[in-house]
């Protein structure tokens, strides 16, 4: 039986309650089953789950999905899982993906300002920050081996056929936000897209047996 974990900021446990995996299709659902199956094997043998999200420029949909997947894990209450992103250059994590978190309820403060400004992200009082700043996949912030690659974007995933140290290597790519960007669809499409990974994860998290 899956127990849920109820202290998290209650912003966000009402979007992840109004979360429907119904409307994630069959062929999604496929693409996403390896990072499944992953997630339970270390699991089943209790190890501790590193899973590095990356795309081009570490700025968007990969800390989108680094957020959401520590936040699920926290959630269904499954332990020892470390979420991380890079990307195949560092430019910066894009605002809007930072206004986008807080409007879902997402504590979200600014460590450091500059060219690539470092976040602290928090889904709970209690839980550790997730420190956000856009840095290249292989940065010594991100783990070297024994961790799932999953890649979020069509470029990356084409200009990484192989990621060293990555035990796993999953595409699971979303379309990019950017594409809205300055205009007035904005902070709609950025919503629309992080709920979209964080419908996902929910599908993903949900299917372990811990």
């Known amino acids: 039986m899956i127990t849920t974990n109820s202290t998290l900021f209650s912003e966000i446990e009402k979007i992840i309650k109004g979360l429907n995996p119904q409307t ?3 062929e999604r659902k496929a693409i996403l089953q390896p990072l499944t199956a992953f997630i339970q094997s270390k699991v089943s043998k209790d190890q501790e789950i590193r899973i590095n999200f ?7 949909r990969s800390h989108l999905s680094q957020v959401w997947a520590q936040t699920m894990a926290y959630y269904f209450n499954i332990k020892n899982v470390f979420c ?7 430019t910066a994590l894009y605002p809007m993906v930072a206004d986008t978190l807080r409007n879902s309820g997402f504590e979200v403060n600014t460590i450091s300002e500059g060219n690539n400004p470092i976040y602290s992200i928090k889904y709970a009082d209690n839980a550790h920050p997730i420190i956000g700043f856009s840095k290249r996949l292989d ?24 990621v060293p140290g990555a035990e796993k290597r999953i595409p699971i790519t979303f379309e990019d936000p950017k594409a809205f960007d300055n205009t007035l669809q904005q902070a709609e499409k ?3 897209r992080s709920l979209q990974i964080a419908t996902e994860l929910f599908f993903v998290f949900s299917q372990i047996n811990s």
């Open 24 to 26: 994630i299709s069959e």
């Open 54 to 60: 990356i795309c081009t420029h570490n700025s968007r």
């Open 190 to 192: 950025y919503h629309e």
């Open 84 to 90: 991380y992103s890079g990307g195949t250059e560092a």
């Open 139 to 162: 940065d010594d912030f991100n783990p070297k081996s024994k961790f799932a690659a999953i890649l979020t974007c069509d470029s990356a995933n084409e200009a990484c056929p192989f």
